[in-house]
């Protein structure tokens, strides 16, 4: 167990749509980072937050947007899903944003029909 | 551009064979490398990780890597594998930013 927190594990939905992917990070880490795992793609950075304002951006799509909360839990909202978006959505955490290493959380699998 | 490739895609092996999968990668400047594992149906899981100093990095579970710098390589080896290690590999590179870039991943298969 990491210590990071994802809720819900699975998510079932309808082309679109729009859900809310939520993150709670390790206790006394800042930064929170999204990931998206596909088949087609791999895993691929998608967002990163640091004590609440974003710090990076990869390769994440217009119609996804992610924000941090105060208490520093993380969520990632995605809409108008289409059927590519089905994947594995990691969140990870990490003590600052410099170089250190960041844990990864169970993941929440989504399926979009 | 920042990229991590991985050398194999599977790998099929017996118990107590060894392993060494492949990792290559392109960035500019100092780079910050790791090796993170994947089993079945769960999250993925920090093997090992350089930052800086001796190249040869030991991890848990018997997993070690070195780090060659003149070859951009960061190969994950075990000596002795066994059925537990079924899993996915996945090697990644991060630097200034700790965004990390991940290779495409390697599923290993260690046959009883």
């Known amino acids: 167990d990491s210590g990071v927190t994802q809720t819900p594990k699975h998510l079932i939905t309808a082309t679109g749509q729009r859900v809310t992917l939520r993150c709670s990070p390790r206790s006394g880490d800042l930064s929170v980072y999204w990931y998206q795992q596909s088949l087609d793609q791999g895993l691929q950075f998608l967002i990163q937050y640091y004590n609440g304002e974003e710090r990076a951006k990869g390769n994440i799509l217009e119609r996804f947007s992610a924000q941090q909360f105060p208490d520093l839990h993380s969520e990632l909202n995605l809409s108008s899903l289409e059927l590519g978006d089905s994947a594995l959505y990691f969140c990870a955490s990490s003590v600052t944003s410099g170089t250190e290493t960041q844990y990864f959380g169970p993941g929440t699998r989504l399926l979009v029909l | 551009a920042q990229s991590v490739s991985q050398h194999n895609h599977h790998v099929i092996l017996s118990e107590a064979a060894s392993l060494e999968l492949g990792c290559n990668y392109s960035y500019g400047g100092t780079v910050n490398l790791f090796w993170y594992v994947q089993y079945p149906g769960q999250h993925l899981q920090l093997l090992l990780k350089y930052f800086s100093g001796d190249p040869l990095v030991k991890g848990i579970k018997g997993f070690e890597a070195e780090f060659i710098k003149s070859k951009f390589s960061f190969n994950l080896r075990k000596p002795s594998v066994q059925w537990s290690d079924t899993a996915e590999y996945f090697c990644?590179?991060?630097?200034?930013?700790?965004?990390?870039?991940f290779g495409g991943g390697t599923r290993v298969l260690v046959k009883p």
């Open positions: 990644a590179a991060s630097a200034a930013g700790n965004k990390l870039t």
